[in-house]
């Protein structure tokens, strides 16, 4: 692939980038199943790396891509808990319905 | 130059589809399937783009090991089959209204003159790394060709520079969750055990 592949389509990665984003906020809003709540935020994170990496690439600096390594490494790190929770959560629920979990003592 | 308007085409049908198809589908593991699917479509964007090391990176944790974990735990409670929907009948326009609300006003701010005049393409003759021969072939490539690389060399060389301080509270936050995640799965321990 070419050092120049891409050049004159940031403003379109762009807006793949909110496009997909939108995606996973409609997917956090309109979902009750909590797995598929946490996949649409992991959908959002991938939709900020893509503007990161575009901006980075526009502005021909390196930064941009280190800021992805740093969101990908939260992004595993909250994956582990929260799915942890999630599994803690339905041992007493029998559920990954979030409507299911509205008491704060199990 | 047609070739690269081609593949963003059909990258950017394929990530939509598969993100559309995440959100719809009842099956919670064909939602985590078609999520690596748009995972592995934005890879290729991110090597497109100048980014090998964190296309790599994005394939194998991203689309390998966090989908793995997120397939395991869905098959350990048996939650592939997500039930009906229940609860507020106006949760689904709601939502759809309020994502096609976000879209227009992050259309309204990529598109407006403003951020784009912001942008200004900064010369990648400067670049340089912590010892002078290190990475002295990626080093040499992108003076010759004014487009900086993220090859992993570079990146490493970024991560323990610039970066030796993020880098090192990110290993903490890590092993932080590793530690919570244990704590929180693991049995509760008997009486007088």
């Known amino acids: ?106 | 130059m047609a070739t690269d308007i081609i593949l963003f085409v059909i990258l950017a049908a394929i990530a939509i589809v598969s993100a559309i198809g995440m959100i719809v589908t009842r099956n919670a593991v064909h939602s985590a399937l078609l999520l690596v699917v748009v995972m592995c479509a934005l890879a290729i964007f991110f090597l497109g783009l100048g980014g090998p090391f964190i296309a790599m990176v994005q394939v194998a944790v991203y689309a390998g090991a966090i989908m793995v974990l997120f397939l395991f735990v869905v098959m350990l409670l048996g939650a592939e089959r997500v039930g009906a929907q229940s609860g507020l009948k106006w949760q689904i326009p709601a939502a759809l209204a309020l994502g096609a609300a976000l879209l227009v006003v992050s259309g309204l701010l990529l598109f407006s003159t403003q951020t784009t005049a912001a942008v200004e393409p900064q010369p990648a003759a400067g670049f340089e790394t912590i010892l002078p021969e290190a990475c002295a072939e990626d080093v040499a490539e992108i003076q010759a060709s004014g487009v900086v690389q993220g090859t992993p060399c570079l990146v490493g060389d970024s991560l323990f520079t610039t970066y030796l301080v993020p880098f090192e509270v990110v290993s903490i936050l890590l092993l932080a969750a590793m530690v919570g995640a244990v704590v929180l799965t693991r049995r509760p321990r008997e009486q007088g055990a």
């Open chain 1, 1 to 106: 692939m070419s050092s120049q592949s891409f050049a004159l389509l940031y403003p379109y990665l762009l807006g793949l980038s909110a496009l997909i984003f939108t995606l996973g906020v409609i997917g956090v809003l309109a979902r009750r199943n909590a797995l598929i709540i946490f996949m649409s935020v992991e959908l959002m994170l991938n939709a900020a790396n893509l503007a990161f990496v575009t901006f980075a690439r526009q502005l021909n600096q390196l930064d941009g891509q280190v800021f992805v390594f740093f969101v990908m490494v939260v992004a595993a790190a909250e994956v582990a808990v929260g799915l942890a929770l999630i599994t803690t959560i339905f041992k007493t629920k029998k559920s990954t319905n979030v409507d299911d979990i509205s008491a704060m003592r199990g």
